[in-house]
Nanobody
């Protein structure tokens, strides 16, 4: 079993910054992809950013140039540095990880979500 624990959400004024963290623990042989998604009430969950093999990044157009995704492979942790935050970035942010376990099976996992609120 694998657990993803998120931290770092909160309330910030427009133009401010926050850094989200997500630590994976459990039966982990290899982390293939980690990413962040966000979801507003009544809307579909949408991709924010992903990082593959700790190197290849992908961003939603709405966050390019403002958000940076990175990993600390030794800690099985992914970060999302969010700068120049806008009120429209207000959402619940979810960590996602595609992990291969010691039985060589691959699964996708989700964190519990962390609220990010940007005031105008």
């Amino acid at each position: 079993q694998v657990q993803l624990v998120e931290s770092g959400g909160g309330l910030v004024q427009a133009g401010g910054s926050l850094r989200l963290s997500c630590a994976a623990s459990g039966s982990i042989r290899r982390i293939n992809v980690m990413g962040w998604y966000r979801q507003a009430p009544g809307k579909q969950r949408e991709l924010v950013a992903t990082i593959t093999d700790g190197v290849i990044t992908n961003y939603a157009d709405s966050v390019k140039g403002r958000f940076t995704i990175s990993t600390d492979n030794a800690k099985n942790t992914v970060y999302l540095q969010m700068n120049s935050l806008k009120p429209e970035d207000t959402d619940v942010y979810y960590c996602n990880a595609h992990i291969t376990n010691w039985s060589y099976s691959g699964y996708a996992y989700w964190g519990q979500g962390t609220q990010v609120t940007v005031s105008s």
